[in-house]
């Protein structure tokens, strides 16, 4: 479980957070949704400790991010944007390298990064270097590395973003199976597509705190719209930042 | 902690050692300054082994062929044509035969700018060779006259010198030592910048930073793979330098410069202080700098402080205080080992000991730096 309370933070002269509360369930896909610039990374920075909120406090599984850092970031797998890849290392390599940083012993990490190389259906490139990877493969490789360890919650920044059909919806399938493990998933995106398909506890968030949240039904009939687009762009009061 | 400080290592050096582009640039310097050096030293012997002979003008030389021809002797010869002589004419004196007949002081009139640099050498050549010519017929005058002519000399200077062959070329032997201790600093420079203001702007230090480990472990396994292969460079460059350097005919210069096993084992051990305070060096640097191109131009200044002590050292510059001083120390004593005198152990002791204290200094800074959001994201 994810726990977010009273997020404040100041970048330069902008209120990147301010005030932003959440909660994100085991056992659920929470989308974080915000046009660009709403404080969308920001938050998840925070929540990994790589940010100092000016106040409030984060909470992994109970444990506050900011006095148990170490203890913290052990329950939690990122999915960074972006990916972070090492060009000159193997997604093997990679993946079994951060696998042992998460603090699995080097046999158990070797077979765990098996286990998600074929999960993730990438034997093909597991054992080329990552230079020269297409989007999709970027994005399956950082997947992998954000899931070897099998941590309880899931972080994801714009998963989705560059895409094609066949790697968004290896994704969807693997989300869908962590939630089913009972795993905390939290996503942040822009695109209404797969927050609407995909989460079933949806925060909506602009300049840096929380517009509305609950279920894409739920804030449909909150904005009293059709569509999660509509109710968004109703609920935010513009139509910035919306990909299709 | 070891076991995630090796997992961090041995990443670090993988990753590191498929970067060949780094890895030559270290290689490059590791193997063409030691041939360089070679080459330099070879071109220098030559033109020490066959002194040119010196053509002057010479006026009214007719009048003294003794003269001249004890300046031939000395290879120092008249010439007719401007573009191949000297701007240097000695101008003997009319009177100068009936002023040696009479045995009075016979006048040559020596004309040269003494202010050109490069005349002076051959200017004070020609003034040797007359003054020696002088003291020879002087002797002879005297004995002519029953006189002895050790009379006219009241002291005698017997110099011993004690300079054993290979303690004489001490400024050539100087730049050959510092060309170890900056294959330290330039071998891995690329790679230094690479693993760490690199992977800032490839975006993998936060993600690394995300992890559960602390910062000090992620500097430590960068100055660790930093070192290895700085003293991958040292080794190149040590063996390079064995069998170049062989080949350089020191015997001409009195002198001899050998790399010997004793004294590559030796370098080993004085040098990796000094790569370990390099690479916390660079790596404190490259985090400081905003971007990749920033950090290549500050390391680059920086390394100018290592330099300057190497160099002090080997144009022997206040030597007193500054053998002291980290680096200054360490080659001082590389230069001793080579020139077979005693190691001065209390400076080689107390420079390593700075070394080492920097190096520790250097890799909390850098771990500091790790924790503060505006170096891990640049802004």
């Given at each position: 479980m994810i726990k977010v309370t009273n997020l404040n933070k100041k970048i330069g002269d902008v209120n990147a957070l301010n005030g932003l509360s959440f909660t994100a369930q085991d056992g659920k896909i929470t989308g974080l949704l915000g046009p660009n610039g709403a404080g969308k990374t920001t938050c998840l920075r925070t929540v990994f400790g790589l940010l100092k909120a000016d106040s409030g406090n984060a909470e992994i599984d109970g444990i506050d991010v900011a006095k148990e850092p170490m203890v913290a970031k052990q329950k939690l797998g990122l999915f960074p944007d972006p990916c972070g890849l090492y060009e000159r290392l193997t997604p093997r390599e990679y993946i079994t390298f951060f696998a042992q940083l998460s603090g699995l012993n080097a046999s158990d990490a070797k077979q765990a990064t098996i286990d998600v190389i074929n999960k993730l259906a990438m034997n093909d490139i597991a054992d080329r270097r990552c230079q020269g990877f297409s989007q999709g493969q970027r994005m399956k490789t950082a997947l992998a590395q954000a899931v070897v360890h099998n941590p309880s919650n899931i972080i994801l920044d714009e998963p989705t973003r560059g895409l094609d059909v066949m790697s968004t919806r290896i994704l969807r399938e693997l989300l869908l199976l962590l939630k089913a493990q009972g795993h905390c998933v939290l996503f942040s995106s822009h695109v209404m597509q797969e927050v609407a398909a995909l989460c079933d506890h949806v925060v909506i968030m602009a300049n840096g705190q929380v517009i509305a949240?609950?279920?894409?039904?739920?804030?449909?009939?909150?904005?009293?719209?059709?569509?999660?687009?509509?109710?968004?762009?109703a609920l935010i009061g513009s139509d910035e930042g919306i990909a299709a | 902690?070891?076991?995630?400080?090796?997992?961090?290592?041995?990443?670090?050096?993988?990753?590191?050692?498929?970067?060949?582009?780094?890895?030559?640039?270290?290689?490059?310097?590791?193997?063409?300054?030691?041939?360089?050096?070679?080459?330099?030293?070879?071109?220098?012997?030559?033109?020490?082994?066959?002194?040119?002979?010196?053509?002057?003008?010479?006026?009214?030389?007719?009048?003294?062929?003794?003269?001249?021809?004890?300046?031939?002797?000395?290879?120092?010869?008249?010439?007719?044509?401007a573009n191949e002589r000297k701007d240097i004419t000695l101008s003997i004196s009319d009177d100068y035969q009936q002023k040696m007949s009479e045995g009075r002081p016979a006048t040559v009139t020596l004309i040269a700018d003494k202010s050109d640099d490069k005349l002076r050498k051959h200017i004070n050549q020609v003034e040797k060779a007359i003054a020696l010519y002088s003291s020879e017929i002087a002797s002879l005058r005297l004995v002519s006259r029953g006189v002895d002519p050790s009379l006219m000399r009241a002291i005698?200077?017997?110099?011993?010198?004690?300079?054993?062959?290979?303690?004489?070329?001490?400024?050539?032997?100087?730049?050959?030592?510092?060309?170890?201790?900056?294959?330290?600093?330039?071998?891995?420079?690329?790679?230094?910048?690479?693993?760490?203001?690199?992977?800032?702007?490839?975006?993998?230090?936060?993600?690394?930073?995300?992890?559960?480990?602390?910062?000090?472990?992620?500097?430590l396994a960068?100055?660790?793979?930093?070192?290895?292969?700085?003293?991958?460079?040292?080794?190149?460059?040590?063996?390079?330098?064995?069998?170049?350097?062989?080949?350089?005919?020191?015997?001409?210069?009195?002198?001899?410069?050998?790399?010997?096993?004793?004294?590559?084992?030796?370098?080993?051990?004085?040098?990796?202080?000094?790569?370990?305070?390099?690479?916390?060096?660079?790596?404190?640097?490259?985090?400081?700098?905003?971007?990749?191109?920033?950090?290549?131009?500050?390391?680059?200044?920086?390394?100018?402080?290592p330099m300057a002590l190497s160099m002090i050292t080997t144009y022997d510059i206040a030597t007193d205080k500054v053998q002291w001083l980290p680096i200054a120390a360490q080659q001082f004593a590389l230069?001793?080992?080579?020139?077979?005198?005693?190691?001065?152990?209390?400076?080689?002791?107390?420079?390593?000991?700075?070394?080492?204290?920097?190096?520790?200094?250097?890799?909390?800074?850098?771990?500091?730096?790790?924790?503060?959001?505006?170096?891990?994201?640049?802004?």
């Open positions: 949240q609950g279920s894409v039904a739920e804030l449909c009939e909150h904005a009293g719209k059709e569509t999660l687009e509509e109710a968004f762009v | 902690m070891i076991n995630l400080l090796t997992v961090l290592f041995k990443k670090e050096v993988m990753d590191a050692s498929r970067d060949k582009r780094s890895i030559m640039a270290g290689l490059y310097y590791a193997i063409g300054a030691p041939i360089g050096v070679c080459l330099l030293m070879s071109v220098l012997l030559q033109q020490l082994a066959s002194p040119e002979a010196l053509k002057i003008n010479i006026e009214n030389s007719d009048s003294a062929p003794g003269l001249i021809a004890h300046l031939n002797s000395r290879d120092i010869f008249a010439s007719t044509d005698v200077i017997e110099v011993h010198d004690q300079a054993t062959p290979d303690s004489k070329g001490g400024m050539i032997l100087g730049i050959v030592v510092l060309t170890l201790i900056l294959a330290l600093f330039y071998a891995a420079m690329n790679l230094a910048i690479d693993t760490s203001a690199g992977e800032r702007e490839r975006n993998s230090l936060s993600l690394l930073l995300s992890h559960p480990l602390h910062s000090l472990h992620i500097v960068k100055i660790g793979a930093i070192t290895t292969f700085s003293m991958l460079g040292l080794m190149v460059i040590l063996v390079v330098s064995k069998f170049s350097y062989a080949m350089v005919p020191w015997q001409q210069m009195g002198f001899s410069i050998t790399i010997t096993p004793a004294f590559m084992l030796f370098s080993i051990a004085i040098c990796l202080p000094i790569a370990l305070m390099s690479a916390s060096l660079q790596v404190f640097v490259s985090f400081m700098a905003k971007s990749f191109k920033e950090a290549q131009s500050y390391v680059t200044m920086v390394l100018f402080i230069m001793e080992f080579i020139k077979g005198n005693p190691i001065p152990i209390p400076q080689l002791l107390l420079s390593t000991v700075i070394t080492l204290v920097l190096c520790v200094a250097f890799s909390f800074l850098s771990a500091r730096m790790l924790k503060s959001e505006k170096v891990v994201f640049g802004l």
